[in-house]
Every structure is written in structure tokens, then in C-alpha cells.
């Protein structure tokens, strides 16, 4: 994927994943990044989930969903794309539980639905994470999980020159290219203090935050591309719980 432009934006643009989801899942598919960085890392963080219910928040074209079904659990996708929800439900099957849906918006689901919920590198599209993580901790169980994954605050910061101040939330879009097409994408810009806050102020308590190593299989795939992303942040990891309830 290229970072070909980037520029300051005052408000934020939807980001149109219809009109390149066929490329964009092909690249996710095998990509370094992808497939043997980012979902490694997250199947890695999510552990032993035989039997458990979960949702993923974001699901784009199914990846992970297949991923954590073929480990055994019970898998639920929302995504806002109908164009990726196609490509998810090609590859999951007509009776998979796919729903279309905005993550700034409640979700159709009853309270404790889920025992995990997984986001993917998708809260950095959002400017406000109060909402979205108040419905997140709303649809899981007490003692449930939320297993994220964001651009590191310290690449998203350095990305722009001049630089901004590392404080401030702020926003800011630059073109991905895909089979010859480019498209501007907006990302919202959070130090990491400003993470942890939304997770406690959504009553989330912090157990692991992860700046893992790509999966050294790759070695060989991408012997440049595996020096890079071996020795300099890329994203970063949470996993954050519901508290258990009291007896």
C-alpha cells in the first residue's frame, strides 16, 4: 500500500472501501503487514477460543472471522462496507452471521452477547472512541475481552511533517493505492495516553498492550520488508477486559 499524499483535513471524509474492496482484500490477504504481522499477532493475543462467542468489529472481507471459526469459535462480523461484507460472505458462506453496520452507531446485539470482541485495525478511523467502545463493553459479558489493534501513535506522528503535537487529536488523510487506483484515507491521530484513557473512561481494564514482532516465517518472504518492520513500530496491541462482576 502506498502513503503516495497526505494532507491535514478539518473533517472527516467517509472512507470508501466499496469502490476498492476486491484489491484492498487481495493485498490484506498476503500482504507482510497483514497476513503475517498484524492477524498473527491478534490470533496470537486472542489465545484458546474454542466455544467462545465472538464479535469482530470491522471484519472487511473475513480474514480473521475465518481465521478464529476455523479455531473453533462462534464467530460474528459487522462491517460498514457492503462491498467487503460480499467478499466476507463469499468466503464464509450464505450462513455466516454477517451484518452491515456503523461502528459509531449501537450495535444489534443484546448485552453480553459476545465473550471477545476483536477490532481490527479499525478504531483509528474514528475520531470519538466513547461511543464505540461503550457499545463494545455493552455487548460483552463480564469478564469479556476486547482485542485491538491501531496504527502506533508514535508512526502516526512521525508520518507528518511538520510534525504535529503528539498530544493533540488530529486527523489525517493520504492515498492508498491499489491496482493502479488511488484513494484518500482518513485516520485520526491519538497519543497513547489518550487510548488508555478511552479504554478506562468505557470502564475497560488494561491487561496486555503489545508491540509484537512479525511472524519469522516471513523471513524469507520479505527479507527487506522483515527488517523494517522487526526493528521499527508499525501498530500497536491492546487487550482490554470487562471486569468480572462481584459476588
Known amino acids: 500500500m502506498g502513503h503516495d499524499r497526505e494532507r491535514e483535513q478539518e473533517s472527516e471524509p467517509a472512507n470508501h472501501y466499496d469502490g476498492f474492496a476486491e484489491a484492498y482484500a487481495a ?80 450495535l444489534p446485539f443484546a448485552d453480553g452477547a459476545f465473550d471477545d470482541v476483536v477490532a481490527s485495525l479499525v ?52 492515498d492508498w493505492t491499489f491496482g493502479g487506483k488511488s484513494v484518500p484515507m482518513t485516520f485520526w491521530r ?13 470502564g475497560f481494564r488494561l491487561s496486555v498492550i503489545s508491540e509484537p514482532q512479525p511472524d519469522p516465517a516471513a523471513r524469507e518472504l520479505f527479507p527487506d520488508g522483515f527488517r523494517d518492520l522487526s526493528s521499527t513500530p508499525c501498530f500497536l496491541f491492546f487487550v482490554v477486559e470487562v471486569p468480572p462482576q462481584r459476588p
Open 27 to 106: 493485498e490484506n490477504e498476503s500482504s507482510l503487514v497483514n497476513a503475517h504481522y498484524e492477524r498473527p499477532a491478534m490470533l496470537a493475543l486472542a489465545g484458546d477460543v474454542t466455544g467462545r462467542r465472538i464479535l469482530d468489529a470491522g471484519c472487511g472481507s473475513g480474514p480473521l472471522t475465518a481465521a478464529l471459526r476455523d479455531r473453533g469459535a462462534v464467530v460474528t462480523g459487522v462491517d460498514s462496507s457492503a462491498g467487503m461484507l460480499a467478499l466476507a460472505r463469499r468466503r464464509l458462506g450464505e450462513d455466516a452471521a454477517l451484518h452491515e453496520a456503523d461502528l459509531r452507531d449501537p
Open 123 to 174: 478504531l483509528h478511523y474514528l475520531e470519538d472512541w466513547g461511543p464505540t467502545l461503550a457499545e463494545v463493553r455493552r455487548v460483552l459479558r463480564p469478564g469479556g475481552r476486547l482485542i485491538a489493534s491501531v496504527d502506533h501513535p508514535f508512526v502516526a506522528y512521525t508520518f507528518q511533517d511538520p510534525r504535529p503535537d503528539y498530544f493533540a487529536t488530529g486527523n489525517y488523510t493520504f
Open 190 to 202: 491519538k497519543s497513547l495516553h489518550a487510548m488508555a484513557e478511552a479504554f478506562a473512561t468505557a
